[in-house]
């Protein structure tokens, strides 16, 4: 009885840490296009790239975790996992896209910057339940 409550809850973090990175993944990518059309649109410096690139990066986590964190404990830890997960999946899927990969100081900036906003997140929206 105990071993099948204990799947069931597994099942439901994966589920739930799948529907958050979707959400979140989908919402980079929108956020993405729309910014790169503002960019050539309005004619807006290079110097904003990295400032905005940060704000989409901070706000897909934000969102994602909202959807992936459930429960009443543990908000820490699984705000800091999402938010390491989401930056996994992002790195691979926008080098997919931009055909290149490279891991730097700043890829690593990134996964300290989402896990910590997760972590945050996640203590939040359980403290909150």
Avoid at 29 to 34: A, K
Avoid at 102 to 114: E, H, K, N, Q, Y
Wanted: net charge positive; proline share 1%; hydrophobic share 60%.
């Amino acid at each position: 009885m105990f071993q099948q409550a204990k799947a069931d809850t597994n099942e439901n973090i994966f589920f739930d840490f799948f529907k958050g990175i979707l959400v979140a993944s989908l919402l980079s990518l929108g956020l993405v296009i729309f910014a790169a059309f503002c960019l050539k649109w309005f004619s807006i410096s290079d110097a904003f790239v990295a400032p905005i690139t940060l704000l989409i990066k901070g706000t897909s986590v934000f969102v994602g975790a909202l959807f992936a964190i459930k429960g009443t404990s543990k908000g820490l830890v699984k705000g800091a996992l999402f938010g390491l997960i989401y930056i996994v999946v992002a790195f691979i899927v926008f080098s997919v896209l931009a055909g290149t990969a490279s891991i730097g100081v700043s890829t690593l900036l990134d996964v300290l910057f989402a896990s910590l906003l997760g972590g945050i997140v996640g203590i939040v929206k359980v403290n909150k339940s």
